[in-house]
């Protein structure tokens, strides 16, 4: 494997959504938010189904109305994953959900209403022990704000995330994480590195409304990968106008890159030349729907001939080296004595993937038996 080299992490509080960590050195969590109409409890029961499949960690749900509290409160009940409240005008709401059991609270201050509505809403959250995440946005910042800067600019954001900070200081409550997004990738990284010279709390990443899956991805991955490089930033969250299950890919790609977090498998493949001696583009596309179920985190390596496809294989879990009719494998950086055939590529190495994720699983429980005895 390459050598690791690793991102420093913000100095961090930690707090907790549910039972997930955030900051502090814990893992970097992969959120989501359901697109579902809250009130259509079932259709928005089976999204969080499929984001819990999808390995999210916590997942946000907008409560508008009353209506969609008492919905919310139907759908607690019938998942385990963390599930935040997204509060925009109405402090009742939060107060509501909160009776509810919600893990965590976001709301936009600019849109809240005012220092006593937002007293009412942290004292709510300090009696049941639920955390808040400040979310401020460039296009809802407060009319002050906006007014004394014209457009959005970092100091903008900054300046409102530091005022609401500043209220949750006032009422001595410290279990909050802080947003500043927009939708300009450069916009929102001037930002954060302006929060998080600033604060201590953990800082939640995101493009917002970056547009879809693949402006979104692309955008998401230049804006998130900078400030995560930087150590900035505790939990993420992928803004796509797509299937909310492709927000948690993505966000597991962007942390797989830069080897902060890894969930499955990362597919290393060519892309393409008059060289390759089988149908890379098509063998790769088939075997990352074929084997999305599985978790394990390894390296697969997928070259359609033999320039770079050795020395690529040689630093993969598995990889296969195009060849002539039949292809070079590899495991463990190890040739293998056996060739696979091109026409059945595919299956082939469905297989002896499927068979080494079980033995990495098995070994990794080995590790945790030993550790607890």
Known sequence: MYNKAPIVRHKSTRIYVGKVPIGDGAPITVQSMTNTKTTDV???????????????DIVRISVPSMDAAEAFKLIKKQVNVPLVADIHYDYRIALQVAKYGVDCLRINPGNIGNYERIKQVVHCARDHN???????NAGSLE?????????PKPEALFESAMRHIDYLNRLNFDQFKVSVKASDVLLTVKSYRL?????????????????????GSVKSAIGLGILLTEGIGDTLRIS??????EEVKVGYDILKALRIRSRGINFIACPTCSRQEFDVIGTINELEKRLEDIMTP????????????LGEAMVATLGIAGGNKKSSFYEDGIRQKYRIDNQDIISQLETRIRAKAKILNNSNLIKIQKIQE
Do not use: F, W
């Open 42 to 56: 079932q259709a928005t029961v089976n999204q969080i189904y499929a984001l819990e499949q999808a390995g999210v």
């Open 240 to 245: 796509l106008a797509a299937d909310p299950v």
């Open 143 to 151: 009319k002050d704000i906006q007014k004394k800067y014209i457009e």
């Open 195 to 215: 929060l998080a010279q600033a604060i201590d709390q953990p800082i939640h990443l995101g493009i917002t409304e970056s547009g879809s899956l693949r402006t």
């Open 298 to 309: 390894m390296n697969i390596s997928i070259i359609g001939c033999v320039v770079n496809g």
């Open 130 to 136: 639920i955390p808040i995440r400040i979310g401020i």
